[in-house]
């Protein structure tokens, strides 16, 4: 199954639903940073939620969030737009934890591994200066996190849901999830019916697994109400490049570029989220230095 989002409004246009499919996407993250079964289901988790974040903003604008918990996996950071590209990093991909005990026994920790802490979001809207906002982790689930973000950052009530299911041998079978939020002029009858569909919900990985797509998902969750409004693809895609790389040594101050090209003679740089790895020469360096002192 192709990755996308299904973005549409239900019950009257009073609740607008984002669901998605993103095995693909995750499967490219878990290879490329080579998590560990904990790791990628939080990363994976963080990478669903953002790129249907980022379907909320215009072609052009591209927002940033960041998990700072002080869990085993330590900080995750996620960069998506509203074309559907999406990177993300991790700090320590190595991390393998399950719950021992509890109606969660035996599933993967994700809240253990991501810990207490805070997500940061940072808006580029192509404006003069960046909006940044913030909200404290609630269980370090992700999607509890995401759902408490909108509410008391953005102001709109909002249902997450995401899962990522593992495969013995660490790939990724499967990934996805929903965004759902109420709009101006929802009534408490249909609050009341959306909190039923919900609670009725079986596990995202489940529904999937069982051969459902974002399309019943959207059915479901809409209640037979709802209107598909467009589909967009989604990809792990990134942007790094040489040039880009370049342009980041030139914010250096001379004090620092001087040993890169005394001592080291060039910089070897490794892209945090793709790992493709850049060498800059001596003498690109010391062209940047010459242009700071003249």
């Known amino acids: 199954m192709e990755d996308y989002v299904l973005i549409g409004h239900a019950y009257n246009k009073t609740v607008r639903i984002y669901t998605a499919v993103t095995t693909t996407l995750v499967e490219t993250a878990h290879t490329l940073h080579g998590t560990w079964p904990t790791a990628s289901a939080a990363l994976g988790r963080f990478l669903t939620a953002s790129a249907m974040m980022g379907l909320m903003y215009k072609d052009g604008e591209r927002i940033t969030l960041r998990i700072k918990g002080d869990g085993p996996v330590g900080s995750m950071t996620v960069e998506a737009n509203g074309q559907g590209d999406v990177r993300g990093d991790i700090m320590n991909p190595e991390v393998y934890l399950t719950y021992h005990d509890g109606p969660k026994k035996g599933k993967l920790a994700v809240g253990k591994a991501v810990g207490k802490g805070f997500l940061f979001v940072t808006k580029d809207l192509l404006m003069k200066d960046y909006y940044t906002s913030s909200s404290e982790l609630q269980t370090g689930e992700i999607a509890d ?3 408490y973000y909108f509410t008391a950052s953005e102001q709109t009530n909002s249902s ?5 299911l593992v495969n013995p041998d660490q790939s990724i079978q499967t ?9 101006p002029g929802v009534t408490d009858e249909t609050i009341d019916q959306i909190e039923q569909v919900i609670a009725s919900l079986p596990p995202i990985t489940s529904l999937y697994e069982s051969g459902n797509t974002p399309e019943t998902l959207f059915e479901r969750l809409s209640g037979g109400t709802g209107v598909i409004l467009d589909k967009k693809s989604v990809r792990y895609h990134c942007t790094c490049s040489h040039d880009g790389f370049l342009k980041s040594l030139q914010s250096l101050s001379i004090d620092a570029l001087t040993p890169l090209a005394d001592e080291d003679h060039g910089a070897h740089i490794t ?3 793709c790992k493709k790895e850049y060498q ?3 003498a690109s360096i010391r062209e940047i230095i010459k242009k700071k002192t003249s």
């Open 160 to 164: 997450v849901g995401l899962g990522v």
């Open 145 to 147: 996190d995401f759902t």
């Open 280 to 282: 800059i020469s001596e």
């Open 175 to 183: 990934s996805g999830g929903y965004i759902l939020q109420l709009m």
């Open 271 to 273: 892209c945090h989220f």
